[in-house]
Nanobody, 114 residues
Framework: QVQLVESGGGLVQAGGSLRLSCAAS????????MGWYRQAPGKPRELVAI???????NYPESVKGRFTISRDNAENTVYLQMNSLKPEDTAVYYC????????WGQGTQVTVSS
């Protein structure tokens, strides 16, 4: 069992930046990967960024070059640095731990105004 708590969301103007954090209640080293997902109203949840236990990261084209995922295994925390934000990035952002069993955080709202 692990609890994931996201923070760092908020309201930002287009072109701005935000840094999201996902703090885990125990070590994340054992998970195969940690990911960030988002869900906008009326849309399915989608992958935003994922990082393996070895540190390899992948992004969809929609955020590539703007978002950066990182992990601090010592602090049991995963980060998502979001730059050059666009109104279409507005969504609830969720952290996910992927392993033998997957765990989700409760989400944090990101709103980008035009």
């Amino acid at each position: 069992q692990v609890q994931l708590v996201e923070s760092g969301g908020g309201l930002v103007q287009a072109g701005g930046s935000l840094r999201l954090s996902c703090a885990a209640s125990r070590s994340i080293f054992s998970f195969n990967a940690m990911g960030w997902y988002r869900q906008a109203p009326g849309k399915p949840r989608e992958l935003v960024a994922i990082i393996s236990s070895g540190g390899s990261a992948n992004y969809p084209e929609s955020v590539k070059g703007r978002f950066t995922i990182s992990r601090d295994n010592a602090e049991n925390t995963v980060y998502l640095q979001m730059n050059s934000l666009k109104p279409e990035d507005t969504a609830v952002y969720y952290c996910k731990a992927l392993g033998f069993r997957d765990y989700w955080g409760q989400g944090t709202q990101v709103t980008v105004s035009s």
